[in-house]
């Protein structure tokens, strides 16, 4: 389909919603999720009209230009007018190219973020908790709420895994890529030697589900009841509060012990379940594009390796676009990690702009 073709079909679904809209029939349900579609297409629209605008105006300045009859001075304002044009004419193509790219269905919604240590034992779990506050950090850097689902404390300052909730404008479209193995190269303080070691964290970013996303039937759960424990074994809840739900036809697995109360346990590993199912789904649909996939910037796989935090040299490599920056400090505290993710959200981008065209 020609550039042409799709600004034709998108104006004339956007001139379709509009006369919907406007009519009193329809239900508060349907009005919903045109009004949604609507907000949608607005932008869209309004890059293609001013794109047209603009090349109208271009056609309108050659046409005075090459006009025999047009004075000096006319000629002369129209050629610094048409240069000026011509100037942004590429960008307000490439905008609306980017606008027409299909959009993840989930890239608006808020994300449960998984972080587990990996190997490297307590240096693992000590940079798995690093990790847990720089989205913590960059969370309140984009004003998004973040809130704790589980944490497994180890009792040393670090945590075998942590769940959070972070919601707000455009989570998932910005963390989608953060799923993956992270490594970090530094000297644990207890190195006497001083010798680097390596170790990792493996993160998930998995889109929020709705009740409406997933149907989970009750017959398809066990729910096991168990008395929560602390780091090093010790009893941390004389009741038995703790619930581990397993989803009997995936087998997923969630466990949940941070609330005093089993209810709230519940509803909390619930939420994780539904959310991991929700992914599980996406990741099924997605698999006939599995060879497309592999040529964007990650699958989403959580045992490929993306990025190494490397401390001695103050540095974080995206094995992934050969990204190298040196604000290793920056990025742990949430400031620089934008750096980051805007150039794996343009490389993405750059590479789906190629399979469109």
């Keep these: 389909m020609s550039l042409q073709s799709k600004f034709d079909q998108v104006i004339a679904r956007y001139s379709d919603l509009e006369s919907k809209l406007s009519n009193s029939d329809i239900d508060n349900e349907e009005r919903i999720n045109l009004g949604r579609e609507y907000s949608d297409l607005m932008p869209i629209v309004e890059a293609i009209e ?68 990996g190997t490297g034992g307590d240096e693992a779990a000590l940079f798995a908790g690093d990790l847990a506050r720089m989205y913590q950090r960059y969370a309140e850097t984009n004003n998004w709420k973040f809130a704790a689902v589980s944490i497994s404390d180890t009792g040393l300052g670090g945590t075998k895994e942590t769940i959070l909730e972070i919601s707000g404008r455009g989570v998932f479209a910005k963390l989608k890529f953060e799923s993956g193995v992270h490594r970090v190269q530094r000297v644990p303080e207890t190195e006497a030697s001083g010798r680097i070691h390596t170790s990792a964290a493996t993160v998930a970013v998995l889109p929020q589900a709705e009740d409406l996303d997933v149907n989970i039937e009750e017959r398809d759960l066990r729910v096991d009841v168990y008395r929560a424990s602390g780091p090093g074994g010790q009893s941390v809840n004389t009741t038995d509060s703790a619930v581990r739900i397993t989803h009997l036809p995936s087998g997923i697995v969630v466990t949940q012990q941070d609330e005093k109360s089993q209810h709230k346990n519940k509803a909390k590993a619930l939420k994780v379940l539904r959310a991991r199912l929700y992914e599980h789904q996406r990741q099924q649909r997605d698999a006939e594009r599995a060879a497309e996939r592999k040529g964007q910037v990650g699958t989403g796989d959580r045992s490929e390796r993306i990025r190494t935090y490397n401390f001695p040299q103050g540095r974080v490599t995206d094995h992934r676009i050969n990204l190298t920056i040196y604000k290793l400090e920056k990025i742990l505290a949430g400031e620089a990690l934008d750096e980051v993710i805007d150039a794996l959200i343009t490389e993405d981008q750059a590479r789906r702009l190629a399979q469109s065209a």
Excluded: H
């Excluded at 609306?96 to 808020?110: G, I, Q, T, Y």
């Design 50 to 117: 001013k794109l047209k605008s603009v090349q109208g105006e271009i056609k309108s300045l050659e046409e005075i230009i090459s006009d025999e009859e047009t004075d000096i001075d006319m000629n002369r304002l129209a050629d610094e007018e048409l240069n000026e044009l011509k100037n942004i004419l590429p960008n307000l193509e490439q905008k609306v190219k980017l606008l027409l790219l299909p959009k993840d269905e989930a890239d608006d919604r808020n994300a449960i973020l998984e972080i587990r240590a």
